[in-house]
């Protein structure tokens, strides 16, 4: 059982402004960001289930964003939530609770925050193991941006909350490969495969290297659409010569295990 582990959608009328709206340097959209286009290129990749990852840029939105992410959620797809930091714990939580969601998508680069914020940690300590959280980290914005997330900080929110269900996307570190296998290779924390335009352009050789260092156990496949192709990344993971299980690992059963999701792959 595949398990794309990262994709964003939004209301069809959205869509199109979300896309142009929030341009990433040297990126351009591979699907049109509906739920319609993720249900079609997940039928032709081989994609049995994905993760569609709701974020609220600004607090006032956030029930609004989790209400469209909630009733997404069905046999096809999981639905991530969203947190911000200008509400407080238990608004956040209220939230999360009334709408039923039991994970989250962070990213830094849109919402203005640091994943060193108190809030936010204070957020994670209210989480236990019951709330998983996904977060963007690395480059693919400005300066200031970049700086809000980064291999290190992810290290030390895994120390800090060693039960948190914490996944970092980008192998812990988009455009800052060294950095993240420098200080997260090995370390408890479940690393996420996407690396927009494609894991085809990093060298397959480091990338399978990495994987079997960090133990693919605790590595999840994401493609991030609709800035990729499913199909593409798939090929890309399937292209590392990792061996069967691993594979399986990567693509579904890891994620199958950290979500409690029934899979074939999930042992």
Not at 5 to 14: E, G, M
Not at 195 to 215: D, F, V
């Amino acid at each position: 059982m595949i398990i794309d582990a990262h994709t964003h959608v939004w209301p069809d009328k959205i869509a199109p402004l979300a896309l142009a709206g929030n341009p990433v340097p040297g990126l351009e959209a591979r699907g049109d960001g509906t739920v319609g286009g993720l249900m079609r290129d997940m039928s032709t990749s081989g994609v049995d289930v994905s993760c569609c990852l709701a974020i609220a840029n600004e607090a006032r939105h956030l029930d609004r964003v989790n209400e469209f992410a909630a009733g997404l959620a069905g046999r096809t797809r999981i639905a991530f939530g969203t947190v911000h930091v200008d509400l407080s714990v238990e608004e956040n939580l209220g939230s999360l609770r009334r709408h039923g969601i039991s994970q989250v998508k962070i990213h830094p680069l849109f919402q203005n925050f640091g994943l060193d914020h108190p809030r936010l940690w204070e957020l994670f300590e209210a989480f236990g193991d019951q709330i998983a959280v996904i977060t963007h980290v690395g480059e693919g914005g400005d300066a200031y941006r970049n700086s809000l997330s980064s291999p290190r900080m992810i290290r030390d929110i895994a120390r800090q909350f060693p039960d948190l269900r914490l996944m970092a996307c980008h192998f812990g570190g988009y455009k800052i490969l060294d950095d993240a296998e420098e200080m997260l290779a090995g370390a408890d924390v479940v690393l996420e495969t996407s690396w927009p335009p494609s894991l085809a352009t990093l060298r397959p050789e480091r990338i399978a290297a990495l994987i079997r260092k960090h133990g693919p156990e605790r590595i999840v496949f994401g493609s991030d659409w609709p800035m990729t192709s499913p199909a593409a990344e798939i090929a890309a993971i399937d292209a590392l010569g990792l061996s069967d299980d691993a594979t399986k690992s990567v693509l579904g059963g890891t994620i199958a295990r950290l979500l409690k999701i029934n899979s074939p792959w999930a042992h």
